[in-house]
């Protein structure tokens, strides 16, 4: 019963990890060459030749007069059958040695609110806010010490696990489940997870994410909104809604601030920017010829008139956290302000390998084709 649901299952393949493989493919032009010849020795072998005529048939089209035996042969269809079937067959095969995947499709119709996290990734991120003696202190303690990003980061996560335990897909019933989207920026901006309610998947982006992964000297704060605002430009939601994460002042980039605030206004996109740091300094660290950290404060000035006009102009409000607790509240905060909307999503659950499912399939027909070509087909003397 098993067999029978792998071979006879439906799952749509969303990609083949080894495309490559579909040159096998070739090979079936030269199977049909190989049984074209094939298919002529049988004519010469099984026709009989008509009184006056050489010994030999020599037809050379199937509905000749000479060739009307043929059509009414059936070893001559058994033939031509076993031959479509072991072309199927190379096909599946061809198929499993390109290894799809894919996911069963899950149509849920949720409730709730569309958030895309725009996050700074600039090199400012890198500093901590604590004093020069308090990450000594915590350096001897082994006390873990997050960096402006990674409480960011830390806090996103905590917020996305909180919606996927709100978001419970039970059949028949409306799910309040929250589609959350992440791009990121620094000297340029990129959506790193497109809008989804797939939280697993959001986890398991940000916990690779590091600060380093792209060009950290800028801080294009214009492009992060602006690719944000672009992916929510086709939304119908009620609330469109873009929470800002950064620690400092436009820096570079493509777009101005004033042309992403007026493209958020265009799709009625709210702003809430969120400012990182306690103040504007913070403590940086440094690996040292020892082998530790050596740390030092710095100067870093943010342009707070600028976050609270970007909240003034779409809608939002603007905060300013320091630590994990305080951005998880501010959060709440966030989301008592928006209004959650019905709509119909279609999820995959889960990727699944397919291989198997089409080397079954290739070997039920080259079984079948053998079958038909031994027992119908095969004369033994």
């Not at 074209?36 to 037809?59: H, I, N, Q």
């Not at 090199?123 to 873990?144: G, N, T």
């Not at 019933?173 to 959001?202: E, K």
Request: aromatic content about 10%; overall charge neutral; hydrophobic content about 45%.
């Amino acid at each position: 019963m098993e067999f029978i649901d792998l071979v006879f299952m439906h799952q749509p393949i969303d990609s083949f990890e080894h495309p490559w493989a579909f040159a096998g493919l070739l090979v079936i032009p030269l199977g049909v060459f190989a049984v074209m010849r094939l298919t002529k020795r049988y004519l010469r072998r099984v026709m009989l030749p008509d009184a006056g005529e050489p010994s030999e048939c020599r037809c050379r089209r199937v509905l000749h007069a000479d060739c009307r035996v043929l059509v009414r042969s059936l070893s001559f269809w058994a033939f031509c059958v076993s031959a479509l079937l072991l072309t199927l067959s190379i096909v599946f095969l061809t198929v499993a040695l390109a290894k799809p995947y894919g996911g069963a499709t899950q149509e849920t119709r949720t409730e709730g609110i569309e958030i895309y996290f725009v996050v700074d990734m600039s090199a400012s991120m890198k500093a901590y806010d604590y004093s020069v003696s308090e990450m000594r202190e915590r350096e001897i303690m082994d006390e873990y010490t997050p960096n402006r990003y990674n409480v960011a980061r830390n806090t996103i996560l905590g917020f996305v696990r909180s919606r996927a335990d709100r978001c419970s897909l039970n059949s028949g019933m409306v799910s309040r489940c929250d589609r959350i989207g992440v791009a990121m920026f620094g000297q340029y901006a990129f959506i790193d997870i497109p809008m989804t309610t797939d939280y697993a998947l959001i986890e398991r982006h940000l916990r690779k994410r590091r600060i380093n992964d792209i060009d950290a000297t800028q801080s294009a704060i214009g492009d992060g909104i602006m690719s944000a605002v672009a992916s929510l430009r086709h939304s119908h939601a009620k609330s469109k809604n873009i929470i800002l994460v950064s620690d400092g002042d436009q820096k570079g980039g493509r777009v101005s601030v004033s042309q992403a605030i007026a493209a958020a206004r265009m799709y009625d996109v709210k702003i809430f920017p969120v400012v990182i740091g306690a103040s504007d300094r913070a403590v940086l660290a440094e690996v040292n010829a020892a082998g530790g950290y050596s740390y030092f404060e710095a100067e870093f000035p943010v342009n707070e008139k600028l976050l609270e006009e970007i909240a003034r102009q779409t809608g939002g409000v603007a905060y300013r956290v320091s630590r994990d607790e305080e951005f998880m509240g501010k959060m709440t905060a966030i989301l008592e302000k928006l209004e959650p909307q019905v709509t119909v999503e279609n999820r995959r659950n889960h990727q699944l390998d397919l291989s198997l499912h089409y080397v079954a399939l290739g070997f039920l027909f080259a079984l079948m084709a053998v079958g038909i070509y031994v027992t119908a087909v095969r004369h033994y003397p």
